[in-house]
């Protein structure tokens, strides 16, 4: 039988082994570190009858009738453009283009507007963002009210969540903005 010294000694140390690991605390839920593109711009080379400075960083996708998407592989977020001569239907296409931003407002929690105009370049037009869960945080269009039409929305392929997004969702704004400021119109 074991003398009751040697009981004390041996169950001591028997939990001193186990008591001298690193204690584990749980960490709190993080966010993926974003990677935003460098913000290098350089004339397009889109044969269309309107042209911009895109980011480097971007991959022109054309489409047909001078649609085409810009996409930013690094953060998967695509800035669709469509593309139409004005025909005498401007107030259908002004109409459509409100209606499709505002198909939004059921899960936004707000829509923004900002007119916009460059007059030297013939440029007018208006930049809506969305707050919230909405699929597209930044929708735009642009015309020159006589025979350009160019509407655009952006959309990152990503769960909503609008904390983990901002920066990606101001950086594509951003992106718009770029193009609405740098658009020249081809007659």
Known sequence: ??????????????????????????????????????????????????????????????????????????????????????????????SESQDLAFTHASKASGIQEKVYMNVENNVYGILYRMSGDAASGTQFYVTDSTNHFLRGVVYIYAAPNPDSLKPVDDFMASEVIQLMETLTWKN
Request: charged share 20%; with cysteine.
């Open 1 to 94: 039988m074991m003398k009751p010294r040697l009981k004390v000694v041996l169950f001591s140390s028997i939990l001193l082994f186990f008591n001298c690991r690193e204690e584990e605390n749980p960490l709190p839920y993080g966010q993926i570190r974003i990677e935003l593109p460098t913000t290098v711009y350089a004339l397009d080379s889109v044969n269309c009858p309107y042209s911009f400075y895109m980011n480097t960083a971007a991959q022109w996708e054309p489409k047909e009738n001078c649609w085409g998407d810009i996409y930013y592989p690094s953060i998967k977020a695509r800035m669709q453009l469509t593309y139409k001569s004005l025909e005498g239907n401007i107030e259908k296409l002004l």
